[in-house]
């Protein structure tokens, strides 16, 4: 979807981006983990937005601190990340509700089916 206003477009995705970051952060460090690079460069292929670097590595470091994530390896100059058993609830639970959100928002006609 496109608007007709491409800097509210701009600044209605990078709020939704920031508003998911977790949820985005844990779903692509399922599997062999990732890096604060490859967030970067992934959150920018898919919704074309540049996220800050410094809010991507705090991001990193407090889902680190709450232990849904850990540093494995050191790849070059990249840290990766990858999901703990705590941060896969996490990440169960922000699907169950980002569900729940679009089946309600459905239910009363806020969204087409």
Known sequence: ??????????????????GLLEFLILNHARG????????????NENF??????GTVYYNLDMLV???????????GKKKIYRLTNLGR?????????????????KNVGMLKE
């Open 1 to 18: 979807m496109m608007l007709a206003d491409p800097r509210m477009e701009r600044e209605l995705k990078s709020r939704c981006i920031k």
């Open 32 to 43: 062999s983990g990732t890096s604060g690079y490859d967030l970067i460069k992934f959150i």
């Open 89 to 105: 609830d996490a990440l169960f639970f922000y699907d169950y509700m980002l569900d729940n959100v679009i089946n309600a928002a």
């Open 48 to 53: 074309s937005i540049l996220v800050n670097p």
């Open 65 to 75: 601190r709450k232990e849904y994530l850990e540093p494995v390896r050191i790849e």
